[in-house]
Protein backbone atom coordinates (compact mmCIF):
# COMPACT_ATOMS: atom_id res chain seq x y z
CA UNK A 1 0.00 0.00 0.00
CA UNK A 2 1.32 3.47 -0.98
CA UNK A 3 0.03 6.55 -0.66
CA UNK A 4 -0.45 9.76 -3.13
CA UNK A 5 -0.99 12.87 -3.34
CA UNK A 6 -4.63 13.40 -4.87
CA UNK A 7 -6.01 16.99 -5.38
CA UNK A 8 -4.24 18.58 -2.86
CA UNK A 9 -4.59 16.17 -0.55
CA UNK A 10 -3.66 12.28 0.56
CA UNK A 11 -4.68 9.43 -1.46
CA UNK A 12 -4.48 5.73 -0.60
CA UNK A 13 -3.50 3.67 -3.48
CA UNK A 14 -3.08 -0.39 -3.15
CA UNK A 15 -0.56 -1.78 -5.17
CA UNK A 16 -0.45 -5.24 -3.86
CA UNK A 17 -3.34 -7.59 -4.91
CA UNK A 18 -5.96 -9.12 -2.16
CA UNK A 19 -6.69 -12.88 -1.28
CA UNK A 20 -9.10 -13.84 0.48
CA UNK A 21 -9.48 -17.59 1.71
CA UNK A 22 -12.92 -17.47 4.13
CA UNK A 23 -14.34 -21.10 5.56
CA UNK A 24 -18.11 -19.99 5.45
CA UNK A 25 -20.23 -16.93 4.42
CA UNK A 26 -24.15 -16.64 4.78
CA UNK A 27 -25.73 -14.17 2.88
CA UNK A 28 -29.31 -12.78 3.93
CA UNK A 29 -32.57 -12.12 2.17
CA UNK A 30 -32.81 -8.65 1.27
CA UNK A 31 -36.09 -7.29 3.91
CA UNK A 32 -39.07 -7.12 1.91
CA UNK A 33 -40.48 -3.50 1.04
CA UNK A 34 -43.95 -2.39 -0.14
CA UNK A 35 -43.65 -1.69 -3.64
CA UNK A 36 -45.23 1.87 -3.52
CA UNK A 37 -42.37 2.94 -1.30
CA UNK A 38 -39.89 1.19 -3.81
CA UNK A 39 -41.31 3.19 -6.79
CA UNK A 40 -40.68 6.35 -4.60
CA UNK A 41 -37.28 6.45 -4.47
CA UNK A 42 -35.07 8.16 -6.40
CA UNK A 43 -32.42 5.43 -7.98
CA UNK A 44 -29.19 6.64 -7.34
CA UNK A 45 -26.38 4.40 -7.11
CA UNK A 46 -22.65 5.29 -6.30
CA UNK A 47 -19.63 4.64 -8.76
CA UNK A 48 -17.78 1.36 -8.86
CA UNK A 49 -14.49 2.31 -6.73
CA UNK A 50 -11.45 3.72 -7.70
CA UNK A 51 -7.95 2.06 -7.80
CA UNK A 52 -9.63 -0.91 -6.06
CA UNK A 53 -6.95 -3.65 -6.04
CA UNK A 54 -7.33 -6.98 -7.61
CA UNK A 55 -9.28 -9.42 -5.66
CA UNK A 56 -9.15 -13.40 -5.68
CA UNK A 57 -10.06 -15.75 -3.59
CA UNK A 58 -12.98 -18.89 -2.68
CA UNK A 59 -15.33 -19.13 0.24
CA UNK A 60 -15.45 -23.14 1.29
CA UNK A 61 -19.50 -23.27 1.95
CA UNK A 62 -21.43 -19.94 0.93
CA UNK A 63 -24.60 -19.93 1.48
CA UNK A 64 -27.95 -17.62 1.05
CA UNK A 65 -30.50 -17.30 3.84
CA UNK A 66 -30.82 -21.54 4.28
CA UNK A 67 -30.00 -22.50 0.94
CA UNK A 68 -26.56 -24.20 1.07
CA UNK A 69 -24.43 -23.01 -2.62
CA UNK A 70 -21.32 -24.90 -2.23
CA UNK A 71 -17.50 -23.54 -3.14
CA UNK A 72 -17.55 -19.95 -4.26
CA UNK A 73 -14.23 -19.52 -5.96
CA UNK A 74 -13.73 -15.08 -7.69
CA UNK A 75 -10.97 -13.09 -9.30
CA UNK A 76 -12.02 -9.29 -9.63
CA UNK A 77 -9.97 -6.62 -11.46
CA UNK A 78 -10.26 -2.90 -11.59
CA UNK A 79 -10.94 -1.39 -15.27
CA UNK A 80 -10.18 2.80 -15.98
CA UNK A 81 -14.29 2.92 -15.80
CA UNK A 82 -15.36 -0.17 -13.66
CA UNK A 83 -14.89 -3.34 -12.52
CA UNK A 84 -14.30 -6.93 -14.06
CA UNK A 85 -15.58 -9.93 -13.05
CA UNK A 86 -12.60 -11.80 -14.42
CA UNK A 87 -13.63 -15.52 -13.06
CA UNK A 88 -16.68 -17.07 -11.16
CA UNK A 89 -16.72 -20.76 -10.18
CA UNK A 90 -19.38 -21.64 -7.67
CA UNK A 91 -19.13 -26.17 -7.50
CA UNK A 92 -22.32 -27.31 -5.70
CA UNK A 93 -23.76 -30.93 -4.89
CA UNK A 94 -26.41 -30.00 -7.93
CA UNK A 95 -25.20 -27.45 -9.63
CA UNK A 96 -21.91 -25.89 -11.32
CA UNK A 97 -21.87 -22.33 -11.94
CA UNK A 98 -19.23 -20.43 -14.45
CA UNK A 99 -19.47 -16.42 -14.62
CA UNK A 100 -17.83 -13.67 -15.84
CA UNK A 101 -18.91 -10.19 -16.60
CA UNK A 102 -18.60 -6.15 -16.09
CA UNK A 103 -19.77 -3.68 -13.72
CA UNK A 104 -19.16 -0.16 -16.01
CA UNK A 105 -19.17 3.83 -15.09
CA UNK A 106 -19.50 6.09 -17.53
CA UNK A 107 -21.36 9.62 -17.84
CA UNK A 108 -23.51 8.70 -14.76
CA UNK A 109 -24.88 5.99 -16.35
CA UNK A 110 -24.70 2.35 -14.64
CA UNK A 111 -24.03 -1.26 -16.88
CA UNK A 112 -24.04 -4.58 -15.50
CA UNK A 113 -22.99 -7.53 -18.20
CA UNK A 114 -22.61 -11.21 -17.48
CA UNK A 115 -21.87 -14.58 -18.96
CA UNK A 116 -22.83 -17.92 -17.71
CA UNK A 117 -22.84 -21.40 -18.14
CA UNK A 118 -24.92 -23.53 -15.85
CA UNK A 119 -24.82 -27.16 -15.76
CA UNK A 120 -26.86 -29.22 -12.93
CA UNK A 121 -27.17 -33.52 -12.66
CA UNK A 122 -30.96 -32.77 -11.27
CA UNK A 123 -32.70 -29.66 -12.34
CA UNK A 124 -35.23 -30.49 -9.88
CA UNK A 125 -33.16 -31.21 -6.55
CA UNK A 126 -31.42 -27.65 -8.13
CA UNK A 127 -34.68 -26.00 -7.56
CA UNK A 128 -35.51 -27.76 -4.08
CA UNK A 129 -32.48 -27.16 -2.97
CA UNK A 130 -33.11 -23.16 -3.45
CA UNK A 131 -36.47 -23.15 -1.69
CA UNK A 132 -38.52 -23.62 -4.91
CA UNK A 133 -41.44 -26.00 -5.82
CA UNK A 134 -39.78 -27.89 -8.46
CA UNK A 135 -42.36 -29.40 -10.83
CA UNK A 136 -39.91 -31.40 -12.56
CA UNK A 137 -38.10 -34.23 -11.43
CA UNK A 138 -34.42 -35.32 -12.32
CA UNK A 139 -33.42 -33.72 -15.54
CA UNK A 140 -29.80 -32.93 -16.25
CA UNK A 141 -29.42 -29.59 -17.02
CA UNK A 142 -27.54 -27.56 -19.28
CA UNK A 143 -27.95 -23.35 -19.55
CA UNK A 144 -25.93 -20.87 -21.01
CA UNK A 145 -26.32 -16.96 -21.54
CA UNK A 146 -25.22 -13.71 -21.90
CA UNK A 147 -27.33 -10.70 -20.01
CA UNK A 148 -27.36 -7.15 -19.18
CA UNK A 149 -28.67 -4.51 -16.90
CA UNK A 150 -28.70 -0.86 -16.76
CA UNK A 151 -27.84 -1.19 -12.85
CA UNK A 152 -25.01 -1.89 -10.41
CA UNK A 153 -24.83 -6.17 -10.05
CA UNK A 154 -26.17 -5.28 -6.49
CA UNK A 155 -29.18 -3.28 -7.86
CA UNK A 156 -30.14 -6.24 -10.14
CA UNK A 157 -33.52 -6.74 -10.67
CA UNK A 158 -35.82 -9.25 -12.79
CA UNK A 159 -37.82 -6.22 -14.78
CA UNK A 160 -34.24 -4.31 -15.65
CA UNK A 161 -32.67 -7.80 -17.57
CA UNK A 162 -31.85 -7.85 -21.53
CA UNK A 163 -30.20 -10.50 -23.11
CA UNK A 164 -30.33 -14.08 -24.07
CA UNK A 165 -30.48 -17.24 -22.91
CA UNK A 166 -30.40 -20.88 -23.95
CA UNK A 167 -31.73 -23.88 -21.94
CA UNK A 168 -31.94 -27.84 -22.51
CA UNK A 169 -32.76 -30.59 -19.87
CA UNK A 170 -32.77 -33.95 -20.42
CA UNK A 171 -34.14 -37.38 -18.97
CA UNK A 172 -36.37 -36.14 -16.56
CA UNK A 173 -40.13 -35.87 -15.57
CA UNK A 174 -42.75 -33.52 -15.03
CA UNK A 175 -44.52 -34.10 -12.04
CA UNK A 176 -48.35 -34.31 -10.84
CA UNK A 177 -49.52 -34.11 -14.55
CA UNK A 178 -53.05 -35.28 -14.79
CA UNK A 179 -53.95 -38.06 -17.19
CA UNK A 180 -55.24 -37.15 -20.53
CA UNK A 181 -54.17 -36.60 -23.80
CA UNK A 182 -50.82 -35.85 -23.15
CA UNK A 183 -49.91 -39.05 -21.77
CA UNK A 184 -51.86 -40.71 -25.03
CA UNK A 185 -49.37 -39.12 -27.11
CA UNK A 186 -46.42 -40.18 -25.10
CA UNK A 187 -47.23 -43.58 -25.93
CA UNK A 188 -46.94 -42.48 -29.84
CA UNK A 189 -43.79 -40.31 -29.88
CA UNK A 190 -41.51 -41.17 -32.13
CA UNK A 191 -38.70 -39.92 -29.37
CA UNK A 192 -40.09 -42.64 -27.24
CA UNK A 193 -40.01 -45.17 -29.46
CA UNK A 194 -37.04 -46.63 -28.07
CA UNK A 195 -38.34 -47.06 -24.70
CA UNK A 196 -41.04 -48.69 -25.93
CA UNK A 197 -39.53 -50.95 -27.60
CA UNK A 198 -37.71 -52.23 -24.33
CA UNK A 199 -41.20 -52.39 -23.05
CA UNK A 200 -40.58 -49.56 -21.09
CA UNK A 201 -43.66 -47.67 -20.37
CA UNK A 202 -43.10 -46.24 -16.55
CA UNK A 203 -43.59 -42.43 -17.97
CA UNK A 204 -46.94 -43.32 -19.46
CA UNK A 205 -48.61 -45.40 -16.03
CA UNK A 206 -46.34 -43.82 -13.48
CA UNK A 207 -47.24 -40.14 -11.93
CA UNK A 208 -46.01 -37.57 -13.93
CA UNK A 209 -44.65 -37.18 -17.59
CA UNK A 210 -41.58 -38.33 -18.31
CA UNK A 211 -39.13 -36.50 -21.07
CA UNK A 212 -35.90 -36.80 -22.77
CA UNK A 213 -35.31 -33.74 -23.79
CA UNK A 214 -36.83 -30.10 -23.23
CA UNK A 215 -35.09 -26.95 -24.66
CA UNK A 216 -35.51 -23.18 -25.54
CA UNK A 217 -33.76 -20.39 -26.76
CA UNK A 218 -34.99 -16.68 -24.90
CA UNK A 219 -34.82 -13.09 -25.26
CA UNK A 220 -34.88 -11.17 -22.85
CA UNK A 221 -36.05 -7.62 -22.71
CA UNK A 222 -37.24 -5.69 -19.45
CA UNK A 223 -37.45 -8.82 -17.95
CA UNK A 224 -39.70 -10.78 -20.00
CA UNK A 225 -38.60 -13.93 -22.06
CA UNK A 226 -39.76 -14.09 -25.93
Same mark, same amino acid.
Given at each position: ??????????????????? =?????????????????????????????????????? &?? +??????? &????????? =????????????LLLLGENMRLHASGDWW????? &????????????????????????????????????? @? &???????????????????????????????????????????????????? +??? +????????????????? @???????
Amino acid at each position: VRTEPANGGQGLTWTLPVR =IAMQRLTLSKRSGQPEEERAGQSKEYSPPPDNLPRISG &HI +DQLQYAE &HPLGRLEFD =IRSLQKGLRLQRLLLLGENMRLHASGDWWYDAGR &HSTSLKYDLTSPSFGRLLDSLGYSAIIEGGVLESRGD @L &HWNAPPAAFETDLLNGNAQLQVANGSIVKVKPGAGRLLGLFSLSALPRRLML +DFS +DTFSEGFSFDTMQGQFR @LRDGNAY
